[in-house]
RNA sequence: GCUCCCAUCGACUAGGGGUUAGGUCAUCACUCUUUCACAGUGAAAACACGGGUUCGAAUCCCGUUGGGAGCGCCA
C-alpha cells in the first residue's frame, strides 16, 4: 500500500472561501487521521487573477487554523516547487509529450471566434457549446508555419468521441460521462500558462497524491482529468468530492447573502476552534451524538467514509453557539487576555484593567455572552459609567420611595471600609426590612442605579466588581436624574 | 437547454429491510433565579411523490418531482 498524499491547492486570489477552509480540513484531517502527508500548493497560473499578498494570507490562515502542512511553501519537501507559476517547464514538457501521442494539438483559432461559435451553437439550441475541432485538421505544414510566424496559440487535449468515461468517487460511487460532452480542454493557454486541468493533473501525478479530495464543483470536470491521466498512462488517483456548502436558499455559499471569507469570521470575533468544529460538522459526523470537538479529536474521529453527499447549509446560529461553547471551555485567564486585548481596539482602549477586575467580569459574564467583545458590550457598565436609563425599567422598577430607599443602602455601606459581596447583601437585606418592603424594591433600583439596564450578573457581583465608590456615586447620580 | 450530483424535523444530522424514526442548533413552555443568562425538564417539528421487490420499505430498485453544480485562454 503506497503512502497517503493528499493535498489542498488553493489559487491565491485573495481571500479565502469558507468553503475553501473545510476542503482544506478534511484534507488535513483524512492525511493526519491515516499517517499520510498533507500538502500545500498554490495554483498561481492564472496571471490574470494574481493579488498581491494572497500567498501570505492563505499560509497565515493556515497557521491560524492549525493546519500543519508537511510540503508546501516556506516549508519545502521532495516534490517542490510548490508554486505552480514555478513549474512551467514542467508543463510544457508534458504538453509536448502529449502533442508528440497526438493526444493534444496546437489551436491558434482568436478568442473572437471561439466567441462567434458559443454564441452560434447556443443559438442553434445544440445541447452544449464546445469547440468545433476546428484546428484538429490543419495539416503539418500549416501548424507548423503559423508557429513559425509566431502566430499565438493555445494547446487543446484531442478528445476522441463514443467513448465512456467512467470512475470511481469516494463519496459517490460510479460516475460515467460520455466522451461526446467533454469539450477539447485548452491545456496550455496563449500565454503559456497551463490551465488548472493540465498543471492540476500532472502536479497531482508528480506530487504522488493518492486521494484528490475537493469540492463538488469540480466533479463535471473530473472526466477532463481521466481523459489527462489516460492521455499520459497514469495511474488515478483516488477521487473524492465533498459536498458543497450552502446558503440559507440552498445555493452554492456566497458572497451577497452573507459572510464567506475566513478572515470576516475572525475579525467578528469566532474563535479559531469553533469555526472548525462547525465547518467540520457541515457534512460529517462520527455517528454519535458528539457535538463539541477540538482539532485532535477530530483528527482520531474524522473517516472520508463518513462525508454525507448532500450539500450542508451554512447556519450561523449554530456556529454562535459552538462559539458560546468553545469560549465557556476555556479558563477564566485566558478569556480575560482575550478580552484585554480587544479593548484595546475598542473605545476603552487606554484605560488601565487589573487582572482581578477583568477575570472578576469573566466570571460573572462568560455565561451570558457568545463573543469576547460582548464583554464590554453587554457588561458596559464594568467599564464607563451608565449615562442613561433603560426607559421600561425605570418605569417599571424605579418607584417614588426608591431614592429613600437607595439612601439607607448608602449609609449602610458608607461605613464599611472594604465592602466584600457578603456586605452588599446583608446591607440590601437590612434595608428592606427596615423600609418595611420586599428585597426586589431596593435590588431594582439598585440595579438600574449602578448599571442602567435591567439585566446582567447579580447585583453584588456587579456593585462588588464595580466597588464601593464607584457603587455610591452611581446611586447618587441616578437619584438626582431619576429623582 | 444539456450533463452530472443530491433528497429524513426550519437548519446540521443518526438510522440503511421489522425503531414510539434518535441527537444538536433554532423556536415555544415550565422549573431554578426577585434581573438577564446558564442549567434542567418538556413540547412542537421530518423520511418529497408514485410504482415495484418483500410477509414487511424511511431503508433496496425504477420513475416522477424538486433542488444544486458544471458547461471560459478562471480556478
Known amino acids: ?93 508534458h504538453c509536448d509529450i502529449l502533442l508528440e501521442k497526438r493526444k493534444a494539438y496546437y489551436c491558434f483559432c482568436t478568442a473572437e471566434r471561439l466567441t462567434a461559435l458559443r454564441e452560434e451553437q447556443q443559438k442553434q439550441k445544440l445541447p452544449q457549446t464546445k469547440y468545433d475541432k476546428h484546428c484538429l485538421h490543419l495539416s503539418e505544414e500549416e501548424v507548423n508555419s503559423n508557429l513559425a510566424a509566431g502566430m499565438p496559440h493555445v494547446i487543446r487535449l484531442n478528445v476522441e468521441q463514443g467513448d465512456v468515461i467512467r470512475f470511481h468517487d469516494f463519496i459517490r460511487g460510479e460516475v460515467e460521462f460520455m466522451s461526446e460532452l467533454v469539450d477539447d480542454q485548452i491545456l496550455m493557454k496563449s500565454d503559456g500558462f497551463p490551465t488548472y486541468h493540465l498543471a492540476n493533473v500532472v502536479d497531482d501525478h508528480l506530487m504522488k497524491i493518492s486521494h484528490v479530495i475537493r469540492g463538488e464543483e469540480w466533479l463535471p470536470s473530473t472526466p477532463k482529468h481521466v481523459l489527462l491521466y489516460r492521455a499520459f498512462g497514469w495511474e488515478l488517483p483516488t477521487f473524492a468530492h465533498l459536498p458543497l456548502l450552502l446558503n440559507a436558499d440552498r445555493s452554492k455559499l456566497s458572497k451577497r447573502q452573507g459572510d464567506v471569507a475566513v478572515e470576516d469570521y475572525r475579525k467578528k470575533g469566532y474563535l479559531t476552534e469553533a469555526l472548525i468544529n462547525f465547518i467540520a460538522l457541515l457534512g460529517w459526523t462520527a455517528g454519535d451524538d458528539k457535538e463539541f470537538y477540538y482539532l485532535p479529536e477530530l483528527i482520531s474521529e474524522f473517516t472520508l467514509e463518513r462525508v454525507n453527499k448532500s450539500g450542508a447549509v451554512f447556519d450561523i446560529e449554530k456556529l454562535n453557539w459552538l462559539n458560546e461553547q468553545h469560549l465557556r471551555a476555556k479558563y477564566d485567564s485566558e478569556i480575560a487576555a482575550m478580552l484585554r486585548e480587544e479593548l484595546k481596539n475598542s473605545k476603552y482602549a487606554g484605560q488601565e484593567y487589573p487582572d482581578d477586575f477583568l477575570i472578576n467580569v469573566v466570571k460573572v459574564m462568560k455565561e451570558r455572552v457568545s463573543f469576547v467583545r460582548e464583554f464590554y458590550e453587554k457588561a458596559f457598565y464594568f467599564f464607563e459609567e451608565p449615562t442613561s436609563y433603560e426607559e421600561a425599567s425605570v418605569k417599571k422598577g424605579w418607584k417614588e420611595q426608591s431614592p429613600a430607599i437607595l439612601r439607607v443602602f448608602e449609609e449602610k455601606i458608607k461605613n464599611i471600609e472594604t465592602v466584600s459581596k457578603e456586605d452588599y447583601e446583608t446591607a440590601l437585606k437590612e434595608t428592606a426590612s427596615e423600609m418595611g418592603v420586599g428585597n426586589g424594591a431596593v435590588i431594582h433600583p439598585l440595579r438600574l442605579a449602578t448599571s442602567g439596564v435591567s439585566g446582567g450578573p447579580g447585583i453584588f457581583d456587579i456593585c462588588f466588581i464595580i466597588g464601593k465608590e464607584k457603587t455610591l456615586q452611581r446611586i447618587d447620580r441616578a437619584i438626582s436624574v431619576l429623582k
Open 1 to 93: 500500500m503506497s503512502q497517503i498524499r493528499v493535498r489542498y491547492a488553493p489559487s491565491p486570489t485573495g481571500y479565502i472561501h469558507i468553503g475553501n477552509l473545510r476542503t482544506a480540513l478534511y484534507n488535513y484531517l483524512f492525511a493526519k487521521h491515516t499517517g499520510g502527508k498533507f500538502i500545500l500548493r498554490i495554483e498561481d497560473t492564472d496571471q490574470a487573477r494574481k493579488v498581491e499578498g494572497a500567498v501570505d494570507n492563505l499560509i497565515n490562515t493556515m497557521e491560524w487554523a492549525g493546519f500543519e502542512y508537511d510540503e508546501g511553501p516556506g516549508r519545502g519537501g521532495d516534490f517542490g516547487p510548490y508554486y505552480q507559476s514555478e513549474r512551467l517547464d514542467i508543463y510544457k514538457k
